[in-house]
T-cell receptor
C-alpha cells in the first residue's frame, strides 16, 4: 500500500521566521511529487511539482526539495507571513492513476 | 477566474435525507474526481469520471453515487447521509488523469449532518 507520511503534524511559527516541513513516502513506482497548500475551508492549491529527476523547485517563498533515493521531500517556507497559515499536503503520484495524499502539515503563523 | 466551482459551499442536511452536491469546471478537462476529506485527514478518493466512464473506488459505500451529465458538470449524490458522512467534499479535475497530470481542486462543500 502506498504511504505518505508528513511531519510535524502541526507547528506554530513567528511571522518572519523560516520553517521546513517533511514528507517521507514509500510510493513505488514513482512519477512525481507535489506540494499543495490548503487554506482552512478551501480546496488544495498546487504549489510545486517535481519529477524523480528534479532535486529542487521554488515558487516564491516556497522551496521544495526531493531526494528520490531516500524517498524524502521537504517544503521550506522563507520569511513566513500570516497568510502562510494553512495545511500543506504532500501528494505523490505513482505511475498509474491514483494519487497518494499525506495528512498534511498544519502551519500556524503568529504575529 | 474560477476554474472548478462547487455549490453549495456549505450544506446542512438531516440524518437520512438525500443531498446532492454540485461541481462544475471551465477547464474542459476530461477527468473529474470526488474526494471526501474529514478533519485532519488526507482527502479520500470516492470515484472519478474519465469522460463518461465512471470509476468507483472499491471501498466507496453504496450510499454515494455520482452523475456526470456533460463535460462541465458532475454531481455527488448521498442517498441516506449518516453522521459519519459529515465532511468536506472536494471536487477536482485533470486534463487526462495520468500520474503526471495536475489535479485542480474546487473550494469544497462542507457537509453537516444533523
Amino acid at each position: 500500500k502506498n504511504q505518505v507520511e508528513q511531519s510535524p503534524q502541526s507547528l506554530i511559527i513567528l511571522e518572519g521566521k523560516n520553517c521546513t516541513l517533511q514528507c517521507n513516502y514509500t510510493v513505488s513506482p514513482f512519477s512525481n511529487l507535489r506540494w499543495y497548500k490548503q487554506d482552512t475551508g478551501r480546496g488544495p492549491v498546487s504549489l510545486t511539482i517535481m519529477t524523480f529527476s528534479e532535486n529542487t523547485k521554488s515558487n516564491g517563498r516556497y522551496t521544495a526539495t526531493l531526494d528520490a533515493d531516500t524517498k524524502q521531500s521537504s517544503l521550506h517556507i522563507t520569511a513566513s507571513q500570516l497568510s502562510d497559515s494553512a495545511s500543506y499536503i504532500c501528494v505523490v503520484s505513482p505511475q498509474r492513476n491514483r494519487l497518494a495524499f499525506g495528512k498534511g502539515n498544519q502551519v500556524v503563523v503568529i504575529p | 477566474d474560477a476554474m472548478v466551482i462547487q455549490n453549495p459551499r456549505y450544506q446542512v442536511t438531516q440524518f437520512g435525507k438525500p443531498v446532492t452536491l454540485s461541481c462544475s469546471q471551465t477547464l474542459n478537462h476530461n477527468v473529474m474526481y470526488w474526494y471526501q476529506q474529514k478533519s485532519s485527514q488526507a482527502p479520500k478518493l470516492l470515484f472519478h469520471y474519465y469522460d463518461k466512464d465512471f470509476n468507483n473506488e472499491a471501498d466507496t459505500p453504496d450510499n454515494f453515487q455520482s452523475r456526470r451529465p456533460n463535460t462541465s458538470f458532475c454531481f455527488l449524490d448521498i442517498r441516506s447521509p449518516g453522521l459519519g458522512d459529515a465532511a468536506m467534499y472536494l471536487c477536482a479535475t485533470s486534463r487526462e488523469g495520468g500520474g503526471t497530470d495536475t489535479q485542480y481542486f474546487g473550494p469544497g462543500t462542507r457537509l453537516t449532518v444533523l
